[in-house]
């Protein structure tokens, strides 16, 4: 069964615009950790930012926030101020688990394109 | 520079080999994780490593198999190959390997497998 899910395999930001990339997840599991990647063309993975589900607040990290709407399972990944440095694949991903060990599980990816 | 040193960098081999891939965590770290990133199937966990011991297990093969050493370096061992497993193949480290953001996972540059 689909885990996690990214809708937008792409899209378009003019540049210094604010976008959102969407991501919902399934889990039964309470205890849970949402993660944001970005993978550049260069194909390293490189954390963004981390959402826990007992976080009353939404994550942030400089430019990067997390939209946490636990009750509508999604962690929409908001850029403010989209850079052209910003242009890259975005992965969404879900760590759940407990006593049988944790397991990550990944979204298939929004490439975002930011244009000047 | 995430920290995570993994080698070789590319792997050219032919149908039926085996070849072994190798991961040295964040110093400290003491989870590592194995992934493989193809085009068909995404990015795809594969296997967790605690402190030596095996944690989680995702969508791992048999004819793959991983171990952790004493000095916390991993490696990845993958037998019989066949053309499907062309692809890239990311070891990442935590701290831990629990759901919580200490634990995010931090990525090396990855080996990038061809199976001629």
């Known amino acids: 069964a689909q885990k996690i899910t990214q809708t937008q395999p792409g899209m378009f930001v003019q540049e210094k615009e604010a976008v959102t990339l969407d991501c919902t997840y399934d889990?039964?599991?309470?205890?849970?950790?949402l993660f944001w990647y970005k993978q550049p063309s260069s194909g390293e993975m490189i954390f963004l930012i981390y959402q826990g589900s007992y976080d009353q607040q939404n994550a942030t990290e400089g430019r990067y926030s997390l939209n946490f709407q636990k009750a509508r399972k999604s962690a929409n990944l908001v850029i403010s101020a989209s850079q052209l440095g910003d242009s890259a694949m975005y992965f969404c991903a879900m760590r759940e688990g407990g006593a049988g060990g944790f397991k990550t599980i990944f979204g298939a990816g929004t490439r975002l394109f930011v244009k000047a | 520079d995430s920290g995570v040193t993994q080698t070789p960098k590319h792997l050219i081999t032919a149908t039926g080999q085996r070849v072994t891939l190798r991961c040295s965590p964040r110093s400290g770290d003491l989870s590592v994780y194995w992934y493989q990133q193809s085009l068909d199937q995404g990015l795809q966990f594969l296997i967790q490593y605690y402190n030596g011991e095996e944690r989680a297990k995702g969508n791992i093969l048999e004819r793959f198999s991983a171990q952790q050493f004493p000095d916390l370096h991993s490696e990845l061992n993958l037998s019989s190959l066949e053309l499907g497993d062309s692809a890239l193949y990311f070891c990442?480290?935590?701290?831990?390997?629990?759901?919580?953001?200490?634990?995010?996972?931090?990525f090396g540059p990855g080996t990038r497998l061809t199976v001629l």
């Open positions: 889990t039964s599991d309470p205890s849970y950790g």
């Open positions: 990442a480290s935590s701290v831990s390997g629990g759901t919580g953001g200490y634990n995010e996972q931090f």
